[in-house]
């Protein structure tokens, strides 16, 4: 899967078009991601002896299918593509700036 967390995506189709956020979680063995603020549900909780009822809103997964990626450098939403440097880790690129989409994790010690 190409979306991973943390990724910022704009919704294609379905009731939220147009809509953007952040990836909260990837759920790979159903192709489904969930998008912060996006696909909001109600479950309602039945009350009980104990506790009163109330009604949850929850972010539903969506198809990783319906989104796309929104390159951080140059701001637009793009296809996500593959590229091997000659040493080095395989990393994403964005399909319209070539630019590197993945963040380097790399920390440096101050003293």
Do not use: W
């Not at 943390?6 to 939220?16: A, C, E, F, P, Y």
């Not at 147009?18 to 159903?30: A, C, E, F, P, Q």
């Not at 309602?44 to 990626?69: C, D, F, M, W």
């Amino acid at each position: 899967m190409k979306i991973k967390t943390n990724d910022n995506v704009l919704v294609t189709t379905g009731k939220d078009k147009g809509k953007t956020g952040n990836v909260l979680r990837v759920i790979t063995s159903k192709n489904q991601i969930v998008v912060e603020k996006v696909n909001i549900r109600t479950k309602h909780i039945r009350k009980t002896a104990n506790k009163q009822g109330e009604k949850v809103k929850y972010e539903a997964p969506i198809s990783v299918s319906n989104v796309l990626l929104v390159c951080p450098q140059c701001s637009k939403s793009t296809r996500v593509g593959y590229q091997v440097p000659e040493k080095g880790k395989k990393v994403r690129i964005c399909k319209k700036c070539n630019a590197a989409v993945d963040q380097s994790f790399s920390k440096k010690k101050t003293k």
